[in-house]
């Protein structure tokens, strides 16, 4: 049985196939959003580094995730720079490395690492080597990243079984788990007042969805208990930040994906996955959703053919994820000698399908 690789896959895409939206993006700066409330886009094609955002309480400041530590180390001057109130809270959306792996880092400046119950399971699963078990995805990870192997990794400690509420008075922000969606433990942070949803990757705004954790069913409703809480402004996990609509879209790919897949559902898995460009074509089409369709689509779609009772994808599949797996090591390298932008799917990748492979069996 081989455990997964979370080497950030890096994704190959044209610069011409971005859509302006994210030309508007100011990556790597701290922008306030409310009163006290700041939103951060991480650079995820230089660093595979995730969004963050920041509340300024009466004493103390929450964190809305952990990032990779070289992410966290990004951003504490700049909460330093607005304000001298203590970090003590950093909240992991979910258990990716990308959210969670900078824990360690928080914990050096006072904080505690909270997160949903899901997330502390997920990691008991996935971090074998943490548990004393055969080297996990923190291991694999850190043979690509010298900021992971620098450091060392560190699970939330308080945790929620479905909601916690930070509330000093002036400021309120409930912390909820609404049901399984990219993972098995995805936790929102909820501003009522200011109307502004800190989603993790449940939500993202471009195409950095990854399901290999998750199960497209379970997100789609999920996503539509998001949705009842009326967000005004949505902070990705992933991509810029935006209106209550980004919502609607990310809902909208997953149920066009489904629907797509759904066609050849019937099919054998090879016929399936010839249709990948067919279902990558009508997906695109769709003005709404097009930002969503990335190089990740072939695996997205096996994903939820297996959902729906397909077998997985067969070596040609498992071939491209060893390719990206040697990107990720050498990703700027590779970009640069290509002349081609990259962004990266900084999310853990299977090594082949094995996973799948393995539920199906
Ligand atoms: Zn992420
Ligand atoms: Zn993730």
């Known amino acids: 049985m081989k455990f997964p690789d979370t080497s950030c896959r890096f994704l190959f895409v044209t610069a011409v196939l971005l859509p302006a939206f994210f030309s508007r993006a100011e990556v790597n700066k701290a922008e306030q959003i409310a009163p006290d409330v700041y939103f951060h886009e991480g650079d995820i094609q230089g660093h595979g580094h995730c969004n963050n955002g920041w509340i300024v309480f009466e004493d103390y400041v929450l964190v809305i995730d952990a ?123 909820w501003l009522p007042k200011e109307r502004i949803l800190f989603t993790g990757d449940a939500c993202v705004n471009g195409p950095y969805n990854y399901l290999a954790d998750g199960d497209t069913g379970e997100w789609v409703k999920t996503l539509e208990a998001a949705k009842k809480l009326g967000a005004k402004t949505v902070c990705p996990g992933h991509g810029s930040i935006g209106a209550g609509e980004v919502l609607d879209d990310q809902l909208a790919y997953f149920e066009a994906l489904r629907e797509e897949v759904k066609k050849y559902a019937h099919l054998k898995s090879d016929e399936v996955k010839v249709a990948v460009d067919k279902i990558k074509a009508d997906l695109q089409r769709n003005e709404r959703i097009a930002r969503y369709v990335g190089n990740g689509l072939a695996g997205q779609v096996e994903k939820v053919y297996v959902e729906m009772g397909g077998k997985p994808f067969v070596n040609k599949q498992a071939a491209v994820d060893e390719h990206w797996r040697h990107a990720a090591a050498h990703g700027r390298e590779l970009a640069q000698r290509n002349g081609s932008s990259f962004l990266a799917d900084c999310h853990p990748r299977r090594r082949g399908n094995d996973e799948t492979r393995k539920n199906d069996e």
């Open 67 to 189: 990032n990779f530590p070289s992410g966290a180390q990004e951003i504490i001057p700049k909460i330093k720079a607005i304000t001298d109130k203590p970090i003590r809270f950093a909240f992991d959306t979910h258990h990716h490395g990308d959210h969670a792996y900078g824990n360690q880092i928080w914990v050096e400046q006072g904080a505690v690492p909270v997160a949903h119950t899901g997330v502390l399971e997920e990691m008991k699963k996935y971090e074998t080597g943490y548990y004393g078990g055969k080297p996990g995805r923190w291991e694999d990870t850190a043979k690509g990243r010298p900021d992971v192997a620098a450091t060392q990794l560190k699970p939330p400690s308080l945790l929620f079984p479905k909601e916690m509420i930070f509330n000093d008075g002036k400021h309120r922000v409930e912390l909820h788990y609404l049901g399984v969606a990219h993972t098995h433990g995805d936790g929102f942070a």
